[in-house]
């Protein structure tokens, strides 16, 4: 199994851009969360689903889009990218339930410049 | 939600010494959850804490979840040079709740 597959591992957009960031899990995961991490924050949460067709908004919502067409994928898509959303995302996944711990996947290091 | 305050930051530590990182909320979680995550890499899940007063061992790794499930702790006997990295605790906010709240981390630096 690939686990949780997010690509791309890098990109540098221009301010005003929009993009998608992709995520897949191929274990069936029932839950799935997108993160971003900036230094001395934590991880916080953007937006999360918990099966296909249900998503939710996290702590830092504003300026992403979500959709979860499928079990597998849930995409993360900068409507018009910002200096201020210049992090690394990560993309997780779990079974249903609290019980069980996130699998997270290697990560998108973003620049908006 | 809940919130959960970790500390220290950061820890310098010798080769070969202890360390210990605390996750504390000002309510009772319903279980805690620790990740470690090394440099340039993604969090990696370690265990969960369910019950009141659990202590889970991995090897060198010592877990706790205090009495009143307000506190929970993560021990390292003996760190060695692979145990650099980010530890996290993490809990999920409120009954009921499918967020996953991460706390700020502590970075620990191992010195050879």
């Known amino acids: 199994n690939a686990g949780v597959t997010q690509t791309p591992k890098f990109q540098v957009l221009k301010t005003g851009q929009s993009m998608t960031l992709q995520c897949a899990q191929d274990?069936?995961?029932?839950?799935m969360s997108w993160y971003r991490q900036d230094p001395g924050m934590g991880l916080r949460l953007i937006h999360y689903?918990?099966?296909?067709?249900?998503?939710d908004q996290g702590e830092v919502p504003n300026g992403y889009n979500v959709s979860r067409s499928t079990t597998e994928d849930f995409p993360l898509r900068l409507l018009s990218a910002a200096p201020s959303q210049t992090s690394v995302y990560f993309c997780?996944?779990?079974?249903?339930?609290?019980?069980?711990?996130?699998?997270f996947g290697s990560g998108t290091r973003l620049t908006v410049v | 939600g809940q919130q959960v305050m970790q500390i220290p930051q950061y820890q310098h530590v010798q080769e070969g010494e202890d360390f210990t990182t605390y996750c504390n909320s000002s309510?009772?979680?319903?279980?805690i959850q620790w990740y470690k995550q090394r440099p340039g890499g993604h969090p990696v899940f370690l265990i969960q804490?369910?019950?009141?007063?659990e202590v889970k061992k991995q090897k060198r790794l010592t877990f706790q979840f205090g009495e009143a499930k307000k506190n929970s702790s993560l021990h390292i006997t003996a760190t060695q040079t692979t145990d650099v990295g980010t530890y996290f605790c993490?809990?999920?906010?409120?009954?009921?709740?499918?967020?996953?709240?991460f706390g700020k981390g502590t970075k620990l630096s191992v010195i050879p």
């Open positions: 997780a996944s779990s079974r249903q339930g609290s019980n069980y711990g996130y699998t």
């Open positions: 993490a809990l999920y906010s409120g009954a009921g709740s499918y967020q996953l709240t």
């Open positions: 689903s918990v099966g296909a067709g249900i998503t």
């Open positions: 804490l369910v019950k009141s007063g």
């Open positions: 274990m069936n995961h029932e839950y």
């Open positions: 309510t009772t979680l319903s279980n």
